[in-house]
């Protein structure tokens, strides 16, 4: 059982920016990839980022050149920056993370975090 636990996320004006952290119960080299998702009411939760444990990354068209995702081994925390904030970012953020086990790839997910936006 990975568990997953979010912060950072708040309240800010268009054009600011928010640094959510996920810190993870076990060692990061364990997990085959980290990641960031979002939710707005009444709508799919979609990808926001991911990186994975050989380096490679992933981004949403929606945040590509706005966010980036990072990882501190030592901490077992991944982040993601948010510049350039825009209230269609207004979502709950949770992290993710996929663990490999002898039934397969597990995927576990974080309580959320909420980012609002405003105009």
């Known amino acids: 059982q990975v568990r997953l636990v979010e912060s950072g996320g708040g309240l800010v004006q268009a054009g600011e920016s928010l640094r959510l952290s996920c810190l993870a119960s076990?060692?990061?080299?364990?997990?085959?990839?980290l990641g960031w998702y979002r939710q707005a009411p009444g709508r799919q939760r979609d990808v926001v980022a991911v990186?994975?444990?050989?380096?490679?990354?992933y981004y949403g068209d929606a945040v590509k050149g706005r966010f980036t995702i990072s990882r501190d081994n030592a901490k077992n925390t991944v982040y993601l920056q948010m510049d350039s904030l825009n209230p269609q970012d207004t979502a709950m953020y949770y992290c993710?993370?996929?663990?490999?086990?002898?039934?397969?790839?597990?995927?576990?997910w974080g309580q959320g975090t909420q980012v609002i936006v405003s105009s």
């Open positions: 076990e060692s990061l080299f364990g997990l085959e990839a």
């Open positions: 993710n993370a996929i663990k490999s086990s002898s039934d397969g790839m597990i995927t576990y």
């Open positions: 990186v994975w444990t050989t380096g490679g990354e």
